[in-house]
């Protein structure tokens, strides 16, 4: 097995709510990731215990992501942990952080992982998938 870490901040020009409100609908997820492509089933807003669940489109075939919502902390933080990831994935915990920097907001994402394959290939997905994000966000706030 292999550990990894992922870090990536992005900051936006917004009020810390709003961009709370946008996170705290799973519906967003589908927004933001345009690589790979997803699904979701959830319908609930991120509360603690809320389940997601992600159908994910590897293009090969379609494989299902089941995370659970633990630690909220309106508007500061909340942390997903995989509780059902697509293979190389065993284990994942997902730390969602915001901060009001003045006008700006800072989106911090801190992710745990273990896989069956090395941590460095791990990231370069998640690395590709970040700046899509980032490029969302901007865009959204902006």
């Not at 991120?46 to 379609?62: E, F």
């Not at 933080?77 to 003045?102: A, C, N």
């Not at 989106?107 to 490029?135: C, H, N, Y």
């Amino acid at each position: 097995m292999f550990n990894g870490q992922f870090y990536d901040q992005t900051i936006i020009n917004a009020d810390i709510w709003d961009v709370w409100s946008f996170f705290k609908n799973p519906q967003n997820i589908v927004r933001l990731t345009h690589f790979p492509v997803v699904s979701i089933e959830s319908v609930e807003q991120n509360k603690t215990g809320t389940i997601i669940t992600l159908q994910i489109d590897t293009k090969v075939k379609n494989v299902y992501w089941q995370a659970k919502i633990t630690d909220v902390k309106p508007p500061r933080q909340f942390i997903d942990v995989g509780e059902r990831m697509p293979y190389p994935l065993t284990d994942w915990k997902h730390v969602h952080s915001f901060e009001q920097w003045g006008e700006l907001v800072c989106v911090t994402d801190t992710i745990m992982f273990e896989s069956k394959w090395p941590a460095w290939l791990i990231k370069q997905g998640l690395k590709a998938m970040f700046t899509g994000r980032k490029k969302y966000l901007r865009s959204h706030f902006s």
